[in-house]
């Protein structure tokens, strides 16, 4: 007995629902629709291609995390919003970087202009995960724009300020972090928590 269209639509709803309206075309098989299928939904008005093989539902409100769902599908779930693009997630600075930053584990090759991948391997503890994409830790996110040649010193104090001022973490706890840094970053890192207070 093949499933209602009703019922069809309840899943691919219910996994849209918690990616602010966005599916890729796999979990839409997933849910039991066919490629012929879904080529018939977009034609007719039903779903919005946003990308090759990933979808929205159409009239879903824009949220500030559309981005992060939408190019954390095309990473096939692999890919995690991290370095400034994690500040701006995490509203620890003003940067607005012009592309978006994922963290992707070693063998991944997809590619899109408006993407920078990082290569590394994260711990559990260095990821937050939310309905549909996850994002570094606020101490790893720290950790990873204090190693990045391209972000200012100024944009790394602020953000280890506004960090500790929020009480998202402790000033032992970077200092702890720091002696596990590449020198560079360490020095970054140390010469930020030495601007707190000030």
Do not use: C
Request: aromatic fraction near 8%; glycine fraction near 8%.
């Amino acid at each position: 007995m093949t499933a209602s269209s009703l019922d069809l639509r309840r899943r691919l709803h219910a996994v849209a629902f918690g990616q602010a309206g966005y599916f890729s075309s796999a979990q839409a098989v997933e849910a039991g629709y066919s490629h012929q299928a879904q080529k018939y939904h977009v034609d007719a008005g039903n779903w919005t291609r946003v990308d090759r093989g990933i979808f929205r539902l159409p009239d879903w409100p824009p949220s500030p995390e559309d981005e992060y769902v939408r190019w954390t599908l095309w990473s096939r779930g692999r890919g995690v919003v991290s370095h400034e693009s994690a500040l701006r997630a995490h509203i620890l600075s003003d940067a607005d970087p012009a592309r978006l930053h994922l963290t992707v584990p070693p063998g991944f090759r997809a590619q899109d202009d408006f993407v920078v991948t990082h290569i590394g391997e994260l711990d559990p503890a260095d990821r937050i995960d939310h309905h549909g994409w996850s994002v570094t830790s606020i101490p790893r996110t720290l950790a990873d724009v204090a190693g990045t040649e391209s972000v200012s010193q100024e944009i790394v104090d602020d953000a280890v300020r506004g960090a500790l001022a929020r009480g998202d973490t402790t000033e032992r706890r970077l200092r702890r972090l720091a002696h596990d840094l590449p020198a560079v970053a360490a020095l970054r890192f140390e010469r930020a928590l030495g601007t707190v207070g000030q």
